[in-house]
Structure formats: C-alpha cells, structure tokens
T-cell receptor, first 115, second 120 residues
Framework: AQSVTQLGSHVSVSEGALVLLRCNYSSSVPPYLFWYVQYPNQGLQLLLKYTSAATLVKGINGFEAEFKKSETSFHLTKPSAHMSDAAEYFCAVSDLEGGSYIPTFGRGTSLIVHP | GAVVSQHPSWVICKSGTSVKIECRSLDFQATTMFWYRQFPKQSLMLMATSNEGSKATYEQGVEKDKFLINHASLTLSTLTVTSAHPEDSSFYIC????????????????FGPGTRLTVL
C-alpha cells in the first residue's frame, strides 16, 4: 500500500523568498514520486518526477525536489518565489504494487505568494 | 508531446439529464486512461481506469451504472454521468500515460485540463 502526506494545506511566502513544500510518502516497494501543479480551474501539470535515478530532480519553472529514502521524503523547493507560482501543488507516489502505476495523491498544498 | 484534451471544459445541466465528457490524447496513443473527480480544495479521487477495447475498472464506491466509461479507441475515452444530480457537481479530470515517451514504462500520467460539471 502507498500513501502520501503533504504537511501544511497552505504555505505563504513573500515574493523572492524560498519555497519549501513538504511531502512524505510510504510505499512497500521502491516508489516513483511526482510533483504536480494545478492552477485554478485547470488540470494538473507535471513539475518533476523521481524514478530511481538521481536523487535530486530538477523540474520546470525552477523547481526541484530531493528524494531522501531515509526520511521517506520528497520535498519540493524553489530558491526564489514568483507571483506566478501561486497555485495548488500535489505530491504523488506510485509503484508497481498490483502491476500498475496508478498514483496516489496527497491532499495538496496551496502556495500563496505575496508581494 | 503528451497532450491530453477534454471537452467540454464546463457544462451546466438539469437534474436527471445525462452528460458526456470526452478525453482525448492528441499526440500519442493511450491504451489506458484514468478518470478522477476533484471536489473544491481537495485532492484527486480516482474513479476508474479506462482500458481501450475492454470494460473499465472502477474504484470501490464508484457506481459503474452512474458513471459510464467507454474507451472506444486509442485516443478517446468518454465518461457519461447518467441521471445527474446536484451532488454529482464536481471537477472531472482525465489522464493518460504515454508508453512511447517513457520507453514502454507507463510511469507518468499526463492530465487533461478538466471539466467543471454543475448540475442544477
């Protein structure tokens, strides 16, 4: 069984400040991990994914995430927030349990960027 | 690559009517598509897995007679909400994997823009 916990339903940062969105997972087998972003009334856009290669994964829009097996974490960071980063962010985990890669999503974290 | 579209983007209907939502993979073939439902300020809930040429696999608690899924071709899956009621109002999102992009490993899903359904 797999699950995802996103700490904090809302994260508020100033423009230019560091963004840190937390994600912890549980999985019985080596997982694939994803971060998606969702803008209002839109679908999900893939930011980045970890699939057992480099533990530090770089994504689009300046985001990156680090897979830490010992901490079962996959936190998302960005050095400097932009106003356009304000959105809902979802962490997801999937593995081959049951023979499929259907992801399990966290509850989401709303990123608020203020001037 | 890996673009998924949905139509319509929003729909308003009367209670008791049926609504069909289309999900298309525009630049790849998707043997499997997925349908999700999302309530305001909440995460995505997987409703069913749509398999081309066969019956959909529904998640526990999802009424298969209410949410009819047809995956008639490698680029099109449809979700029909039958006899819709106000509690069916939600944001419906589909996704698909592209084995070609992933070297045969369908590890990443690409999402459509979603369909906002409002049942009056």
């Amino acid at each position: 069984a797999q699950s995802v916990t996103q700490l904090g339903s809302h994260v508020s940062v100033s423009e230019g400040a560091l963004v840190l969105l937390r994600c912890n997972y549980s999985s019985s087998v080596p997982p694939y991990l994803f971060w998606y972003v969702q803008y209002p009334n839109q679908g999900l856009q893939l930011l980045l994914k970890y699939t057992s290669a480099a533990t530090l994964v770089k994504g689009i829009n300046g985001f990156e995430a680090e897979f830490k097996k010992s901490e079962t974490s996959f936190h998302l960071t960005k050095p400097s927030a932009h106003m356009s980063d304000a959105a809902e962010y979802f962490c997801a985990v999937s593995d081959l349990e049951g023979g499929s890669y259907i992801p399990t999503f966290g509850r989401g974290t709303s990123l608020i960027v203020h001037p | 690559g890996a673009v998924v579209s949905q139509h319509p983007s929003w729909v308003i209907c009367k209670s008791g009517t049926s609504v069909k939502i289309e999900c298309r993979s525009l630049d790849f073939q998707a043997t499997t598509m997925f349908w999700y439902r999302q309530f305001p300020k909440q995460s995505l809930m997987l409703m069913a897995t749509s398999n081309e040429g066969s019956k959909a696999t529904y998640e526990q608690g999802v009424e298969k007679d209410k949410f009819l899924i047809n995956h008639a071709s490698l680029t099109l899956s449809t979700l029909t909400v039958t006899s819709a009621h106000p509690e069916d109002s939600s944001f419906y999102i589909c996704s698909a994997s592209d084995p070609g992009l992933a070297g045969g490993l369908v590890d990443t899903q690409y999402f459509g823009p979603g369909t906002r359904l409002t049942v009056l």
